[in-house]
């Protein structure tokens, strides 16, 4: 898949990142794809609380939120015996308010704790579109609830702008060393239609790079590798929209390439074969062979951990 690559060359990061940095992800689906890479690399990593948003001005409030105590984090709704929050995507429910806003409060109190000490938080935007609702409140997810009851709108990019350089300043004040990583998703929103699915992404993009361009943030391209490097529908699902696993395998290859140093590199490297030996079946037990593949399993695992990845037991 290198032949891909010779006319798409950029620069790596002037950061890196290491194992033991504890690293956040907020934003679209694809940011949980990058975040299981992270974290089947022996990253500690967290991604997206309330589920997938993916509108920048969504993510904007609810960082935003999540560090200012005297702001409520959710506004529930109902839909039928089920508790949503507007904010948040419908993987964050509850069978009662209560219920919703005492675990909305406690990500809050987690979350807000995690962007405190965090190294690097990467944002993924998706969608420039956004719904409102009557009383002109911005929805991170419509729930299915009728389209009337929502007015679509594509943001403005100086909207996206300010909502940005607000939400990084803010977040400097509390976490002055923080990373900040931004990039566009490369997942389709043809639902919107395929010409405004491109005028979204380009809304997008040059909101991001006028936001890198004013403050000391970083940019990854995971659209662009897509579209233009891997630029084939074989490297999207058969739903046309989000990509493959092996597309998402080649943007996190560039991103290691970007952001890691050689030994983080050696070392992800080092716990995907652990993964890949603990999976091997065993088919005798209860034998001495299985005793002590299970223990050289185990002592892989502790040498791994001394070199700062993080491994489950």
């Known amino acids: ?22 690293i956040l992800l907020i934003g679209s689906c694809f940011s949980d794809e990058i975040a299981l890479k ?27 939120s999540l560090l200012d105590d005297s702001v409520t984090i959710i506004s529930p709704v109902q839909r039928e015996d089920v508790f949503l929050a507007w904010e ?13 806003l005492e675990k909305a409060n406690q990500v809050k ?3 807000k704790t995690a962007l405190q000490k965090a190294s690097v938080l990467l944002i993924t935007v998706g969608t420039a579109f956004g719904y409102y609702l009557q009383n ?25 702008i300010a909502a940005f350089t ?29 010409i405004e699915n491109n005028l979204s992404k380009a809304r997008l993009l040059e909101a991001v790079h006028a936001v890198q361009n004013e403050v000391n943030v970083s940019y990854f391209p995971s659209y662009e590798i ?12 058969t739903d046309r929209v989000h990509p493959t696993e092996e597309a998402v395998t080649y943007v996190w290859k560039r991103f290691s390439e970007t952001y890691f140093s050689d030994t983080t590199i050696a070392l992800n490297e080092e716990v995907a074969q652990y993964h890949s030996m603990k999976k091997h079946n ?15 399993i185990e002592n892989q695992r502790l040498k791994l951990i001394d070199k700062g990845a993080v491994i489950s037991a």
């Not at 729930?143 to 100086?158: G, M, V």
């Not at 977040?171 to 060393?177: E, H, M, V, Y």
């Open 38 to 64: 992270f974290k089947e690399s022996g990253h500690l990593v967290a991604s997206n609380p309330f589920g997938t948003v993916f509108h920048p001005l969504v993510i904007a409030n609810f960082i935003k």
């Open 88 to 100: 948040a995507n419908s993987s964050f429910h509850a069978y009662s308010e209560s219920a919703l």
């Open 109 to 111: 109190q987690e979350w």
């Open 136 to 160: 002109g409140e911005l929805v991170g997810n419509c729930h299915k609830f009728p389209a009337a009851n929502f007015e679509k709108r594509l943001s403005e990019s100086n909207e996206i």
């Open 226 to 237: 897509v579209v233009d490097e891997l630029r084939d529908y074989r490297f999207y699902k």
């Open 166 to 194: 607000e939400m990084i300043a803010v977040l400097k004040n509390i976490n002055p060393s923080l990373k900040i990583v931004f990039t566009v998703s490369p997942v389709r929103h043809i639902k919107d239609g395929i």
């Open 282 to 296: 065993v088919l005798f037990t209860k034998s001495v062979a299985s005793a002590k593949f299970t223990q050289s």
């Open 1 to 22: 898949m290198d032949s891909f690559r010779l006319n798409f060359p950029f620069e790596k990061a002037n950061f890196s990142i290491q194992h033991g940095q504890p």
